[in-house]
């Protein structure tokens, strides 16, 4: 088979000056399925956003069967057959599934109106054509995470793709869903297209692969026949270092509850359940995992736990003191720190300094303040300290947060929020998108604060995280706790899956063991 | 020494350096185009320059017309800046500045207080009265969500009607020809500093201005919270900073600011009430808080720059044949090109792809 893609010494710098991609030779063939692999920060969206004109590679020639191009917008990439399937894919949620599918190039009626019923035929078609499990007639707010991105892949096909790339498509997904998504693109590959799967997780790329390109630190590191190399192998490209995966941390040894939130509830503006009466407990030395697929609660758990949102029912009992009607000032006041899970809208001000980027929790503190100014120089020497201790790399304390990569920008929010050392952390996706360095870093941390006392809440989309770094955890479906384990090394990520999908839900006696004293 | 300005310069963090090639390249490209206009409209373009470039040289008391013009620009440009840097998009500093001064005329004219207490008690009240007109905004944009941009400047409609109102129903000297206040009592006005200028005592609050809000911006917690409500509200909200007490005191600082800058211009400059219209300073304290990107210290050249090519302009447009609105149009390129933040932004990439490579 020839190349379909061949892109050649692709060289890009984003505005903030972090090299993305450095000389980075892709190719891939005709009917194949191309995985591409590399830790989070390595470049791999990067290099297909340029392939799908998103971005503009700084250097760099972009061959499409065999003719050189260069795609200024998605729309000249759609155009000659190519279509991505986004890691955090953007649709209109008041439409239905065939509205979004033919979305951009809708049949119409009378010139102007949208031939709704001409969408779903139409939709109905492809999704027949391909076997894909799909009612063309439902809202889109009303489907799953799953069912959304196969909306995406009905999109890209229904404009006419050829090649279609997929970001992290199972970052999202339940196992049984990743099942269900392999079979869709093997089907896709018996009838022609090629598909670019890029992912992180080495047992999907074993199975589903024809070939695989190996990504580090923005170089390529490899081209291989998925059946010529092991796992190991892969993982030692991807790291540079052998055995950086694993996570030293001993057994928990939890203490009495610190937080018990009970009844809690947080209800939107049609006055639905978004939080649906829950109620658990947060133990000293313990890491409590919550899982779930995104939009299932958590959200809303985290921001009235934080004090960000308000509940509309229940309550969160922390030291004796009802917060869940505090302000935040006061809750963190009373030893909470919150990793929230949009670092760069939520936790830095890009264009501020790191030193003061720290400070945001500090600056008010009487040993920061000498009368009525800041002082300035204890400050300083304070955050040089933080910046060595979280080993953030960076010229000095004074250079801007968006001068950093993703990592060490994460380690300027852990460093500020675990300096206090509080009594209560709310970690929320603490290591999404960063290098596998800063997010051992930051898992190491987590543990050492559980082991000083510390009660830990890890929100995380990323499975093997919560099964590797919380010691218990509960399930979110629907705003409810569906299910609790108290010990982490007895449940398996499928038996997880089916309660995330709601499939299986624990009884409610199960479910309050997660209530301590 | 070439060699090791070279290297001063590349020391510089990038952002530093791109800020400032921005700078001069917006002033050099001004300069041209003004060049080129002067020769298009003029008969006489040298002269019709040296009018423009060194006119304000010319006599101590043109040079005093710059310093004068540049103390309420200085004041409005503080105000304007502090108000921005919380990302408040307050533009209520010229009723501000307008209510502040009638309010001082007021003072002076009313209260029965010897001549330097009466001064200082009547710019205390005009600064006062500014910065309500700047928080009645804040505090409806708290309240209500209302945008304060819009909302400022329905506020300096009223700040004008009331003004006068008040000085035309109670202060009217009919015995002047135009409208015009009573005459000030001679005891409370600014005393004048420089000889053959009219440059007053006002300078020298406006410098001590400028070092407090220095301090207060840069160096107080107040000022801390201040700046990062500006950089990402959202960030500062969920670090626990009030950023409701931060939307309503910064807007309150910025309106004392500008009511400051009516209250001296009214006692410094003038003997009685004497304004006509809005002043014509609308918005000549966003071009220099632009100008000067929100920074205090820069507050005072960008404000004299401005200032010394008004006058220039000014001299020029009375001694040649080069009108007035030439600089109309250099001043409105010079404030595009260093507001856009997409001047130059090819040319800022290519710095990062140099850096890039050379760290390498
Ligand atoms: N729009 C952007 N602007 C600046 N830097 C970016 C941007 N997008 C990604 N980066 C940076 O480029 C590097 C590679 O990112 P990405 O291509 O998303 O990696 P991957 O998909 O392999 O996780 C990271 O360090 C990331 O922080
Ligand atoms: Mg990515």
Excluded at chain 1, 172 to 199: A, C, D, M, N, Y
Excluded at chain 2, 169 to 195: C, H, K, M, T, W
Aim: charge should be neutral.
């Amino acid at each position: 088979m020839p190349d379909i893609i061949t892109m050649k010494q692709m060289y890009k710098v984003y505005p903030n000056g972090i090299v993305a991609n450095d000389y980075v030779d892709f190719s891939v063939k005709e009917g194949e399925i191309h995985a591409l692999v590399g830790e989070n920060g390595a470049g791999k969206t990067t290099l297909m956003k340029i392939l799908f004109g998103i971005e503009q590679a700084t250097t760099g020639e972009l061959y499409h069967n065999g003719q050189l191009v260069s795609f200024q917008n998605p729309q000249e990439a759609i155009k000659a057959g190519i279509g991505m399937v986004h890691q955090h894919f953007m649709q209109v949620g008041s439409m239905t599934v065939a509205e979004n599918v033919v979305l951009g190039s809708e049949p119409k009626k009378y010139r102007f109106l949208l031939d709704r019923k001409k969408a779903i035929d139409d939709t109905a078609e492809i999704a027949e054509k391909y076997k894909f499990k799909i009612d063309p007639a439902m809202r889109l707010d009303e489907c799953s995470v799953g069912t959304r991105q196969k909306i995406e892949i009905l999109k890209a096909l229904f404009h006419g793709a050829k090649v279609i790339i997929l970001d992290e498509p199972t970052a999202v997904l339940t196992p049984q869903e990743t099942e269900e998504l392999f079979r869709e693109l093997k089907g896709l590959k018996e009838r022609g297209h090629t598909i670019i799967f890029i992912s992180h997780k080495l047992n999907e790329v074993k199975e589903i692969s024809d070939r695989v390109t190996v990504m580090r630190s923005a170089k390529q590191t490899g081209t291989y026949d998925t059946e010529s190399i092991s796992k190991e192998e892969i993982s030692n490209l991807m790291v540079g270092r052998e055995g950086l995966w694993e996570l030293t941390k001993g057994k928990a040894t939890p203490n009495e509850s610190i937080i018990t939130v009970n009844n809690l509830s947080v209800m939107d503006e049609q006055r639905r359940y978004l939080l649906d009466h829950i109620s658990f407990s947060m133990r000293k030395g313990e890491i409590l995992g919550v899982v779930g697929v995104e939009g299932n609660g958590q959200r809303e758990l985290v921001d009235v736990l934080t004090g960000l949102n308000k509940a509309s029912g229940g309550s969160i009992m922390f030291k004796g003191e009802d917060i869940s009607k505090q302000s935040i000032h006061h809750i963190r006041e009373m030893g909470l720190s919150h990793i929230p899970e949009d670092r760069m809208t939520m936790g830095v001000a890009t264009e501020a300094s790191i030193t003061d980027n720290l400070l945001s929790i500090y600056f008010d503190k009487e040993s920061f303040n000498n009368g009525v100014l800041l002082d300035q120089s204890s400050i300083d020497a304070w955050a040089k300290d933080r910046v060595k201790e979280y080993a953030i790399k960076t010229k000095s304390p004074n250079a801007q947060v968006r001068s950093l990569s993703g990592g060490n920008i994460q380690k300027v929010v852990v460093a500020r929020e675990f300096s206090n050392n509080p009594d209560v952390v709310i970690a929320d996706q603490p290591t999404r998108g960063i290098d596998v360095g800063a997010a051992q870093f930051i898992h190491n941390k987590l543990i050492e604060l559980r082991d000083q006392g510390a009660s830990i809440l890890l929100v995380s989309a990323d499975l093997s995280e919560v099964l590797d770094v919380s010691d218990s955890l509960f399930v979110m479906y629907e705003g409810k706790i569906v299910a609790y384990f108290d010990d982490v090394t007895n449940v398996s990520a499928m038996e997880l899956g089916r309660f995330m999908l709601g499939i299986e839900a624990q009884d409610e006696e199960q479910i309050k063991r997660g209530i301590y004293a | 020494m070439l060699k090791l300005i070279k290297q001063r310069w590349l020391d510089q963090p990038l952002d530093n350096r791109f800020e400032s090639i921005r700078f001069s390249m917006a002033i050099v490209i001004s300069l041209i185009v003004t060049l080129v206009l002067v020769l298009l409209v003029s008969n006489e373009p040298l002269f019709a320059l040296q009018q423009l470039f060194l006119g304000p040289l010319a006599s101590i008391r043109k040079f005093g017309n710059v310093i004068e013009s540049m103390i309420p620009l200085t004041f409005l440009g503080l105000s304007v800046a502090i108000m921005f840097s919380a990302r408040q998009f307050n533009l209520g500093s010229s009723g501000a500045l307008f209510l502040g001064g009638t309010v001082t005329a007021v003072v002076v004219l009313t209260l029965p207080l010897p001549g330097f207490v009466l001064s200082v008690v009547a710019i205390l009240l005009g600064a006062f009265t500014g910065g309500l007109v700047t928080l009645i905004p804040a505090f409806i944009k708290l309240r209500f969500g209302a945008s304060e941009l819009v909302s400022s400047l329905m506020m300096n409609f009223i700040a004008l009607n009331l003004g006068f109102f008040i000085i035309l129903n109670y202060y009217r000297d009919p015995q002047a020809g135009s409208l015009a206040s009573f005459e000030f009592p001679s005891s409370s006005l600014l005393v004048q500093l420089i000889p053959g200028t009219r440059i007053h005592t006002g300078l020298l609050l406006l410098f001590i201005m400028i070092v407090l809000i220095y301090l207060f911006i840069q160096k107080t917690k107040w000022g801390y919270a201040l700046r990062m409500t500006g950089f990402n509200k959202s960030f500062a909200t969920y670090s626990g900073i009030s950023t409701g007490a931060v939307i309503l005191y910064s807007q309150f600082l910025g309106g004392i600011l500008a009511g400051m800058a009516g209250s001296v211009e009214m006692l410094g400059m003038y003997d009685r009430f004497r304004w006509q219209a809005m002043p014509t300073y609308a918005f000549d304290g966003v071009i220099v808080a632009v100008l000067a990107k929100n920074k205090p210290q820069y507050i005072p050249l960008a404000a004299f720059v401005l200032s010394y090519i008004r006058i220039g302009a000014d001299t020029m447009s009375v001694n040649s044949d080069v009108s007035f609105q030439v600089i109309a149009i250099i001043q409105g390129l010079i404030i595009i090109m260093i507001a856009a933040n997409a001047f130059l932004a090819k040319y800022r990439q290519r710095l990062v792809v140099q850096e890039a490579i050379t760290n390498d």
